[in-house]
């Protein structure tokens, strides 16, 4: 009889919150279709499509779509089936069987999920009152020799950020690899990409699951200097990215004032989801602290947290409870208020 070895053993596949019809606020997904011209376009790209010939191994196009959005060089850019792809890649790649890894607890679950495959020693540091100390990040670390450390900037599920003279404080202080995960940053204003040449051991991870609303389509980047990022080009599987999903994403990210519009309707939807939580929380004092945040999330540090997303949920609500906080995702107008009355309703009923 065939028996999995420990390391899967100890795995269990990803579990998305669901309910039936539910309104979802669990992913921190973008709530906006893509725009018809996009569609379009998509369309039109389907007819051209070689369907018998492999994608672009080097994803050209669409490293220099994404270059020439952010203002980065493309040689420094690496695509990817999604970033969480990328997180395996450099796991697998940077990391040898047994040396240690850290993360800053909480954070997402796919680091933890990537050095255990990759035989890592995990040194999960937490992190008091929810913000990172850079200087114990630091110290730790090069305690530990630690060779990876990976965190979310700004941070899911904390939703909170590091402003960018602290986060190049750490990469500089820290002596093995750093890996920066971006995917909330287009929500924040302290990203360091452009200054992935001043460091030596940092890739900086960015998505277009979030703030872009391509999360089916799986577009991830990495952005690194040219050794770093060739590393990962020789590590990653030649045709990661499908053919669709390059035409796609160079499509949306040639359309930065598309890109825009929707980023100012995500930022609308957060003021109304933010002000609204604000209100709730004043009826309630105590109950449920709102975490400063910058992304397309809230953070509630709740004490009941768990019952509550379960009461949601039953009431038609998905969001999640992760890291000891519940994370609601900012939705469409309709789905912020829902999410209000329910949660409003709960705390009415459990006071
Ligand atoms: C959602 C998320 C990702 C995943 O991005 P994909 O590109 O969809 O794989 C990566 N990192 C963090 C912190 C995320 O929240």
């Known amino acids: 009889m065939y028996e999995l070895n420990e390391k899967l053993r100890a795995l269990s596949p990803y579990a998305p919150v669901d309910g039936p019809g539910c309104v979802r606020l669990d992913a921190n997904e973008s709530f906006l279709p893509l725009p018809g011209e996009i569609i379009a376009a998509a369309k039109a790209a389907i007819d051209e499509m070689k369907f018998n010939r492999y994608p672009d191994p080097a994803a050209a ?13 493309p040689g420094h ?8 792809e990328l997180i395996s890649v450099i796991f697998s790649g940077f990391l040898m069987g047994g040396e240690a890894f850290a993360t800053l607890e909480p954070d997402f679950s796919m680091y933890a999920q990537g050095g255990h495959l990759a035989e890592g020693r995990h040194i999960a540091l937490e992190k008091p009152g929810w913000a990172i ?6 110290d730790t670390c090069n305690r ?4 990876l450390l990976i965190f979310s900037n700004p941070c899911n599920p904390t939703s909170l950020v590091l402003r960018r003279e602290q986060t190049r404080r750490l990469v500089r202080g820290v002596k093995g690899l750093v890996v920066l995960d971006e995917a909330y940053m287009d929500f924040s204003r302290e990203s360091l990409l452009g200054e992935e040449e001043d460091f ?9 699951s979030k703030a872009m609303g391509m999360a089916a389509l799986r577009l991830g980047f990495a952005v690194a200097r040219p050794e770093l990022a060739n590393a990962i080009r020789a590590a990653k599987s030649p045709y990661n990215v ?4 390059q ?3 160079t499509a949306v990210l040639s359309r930065p004032e598309l890109l825009r519009e929707a ?3 995500i930022m609308i939807s957060r003021k109304a989801l933010l002000g609204g939580l604000a209100e709730i929380g004043a009826k309630h004092p105590g109950r449920f602290l709102l975490l400063p945040g910058e992304t397309n999330f809230a953070a509630l540090d709740m004490e009941d947290g768990r019952e509550v997303q379960q009461e949601l949920l039953k009431r038609g609500v998905a969001v999640r409870y992760t890291g000891g906080l519940l994370r609601v995702t900012c939705g469409a107008p309709e789905e912020n208020r829902a999410f209000l009355t329910k949660f409003a309703e709960i705390l009415e009923e459990t006071r």
């Open 61 to 73: 196009e669409l490293c220099r779509a994404f270059g020439e959005y952010y203002n980065v060089d």
């Open 77 to 84: 850019v690496v695509a990817s089936n999604g970033s969480d």
């Open 133 to 138: 100390d850079v200087d114990q990040v630091i």
């Open 144 to 147: 530990e020799e630690v060779r």
């Open 200 to 208: 030596d051991n940092l890739i900086i991870l960015r998505t277009c």
């Open 242 to 245: 499908n053919s669709l999903s």
């Open 247 to 249: 035409v796609l994403g």
């Open 263 to 265: 980023l100012g309707r």
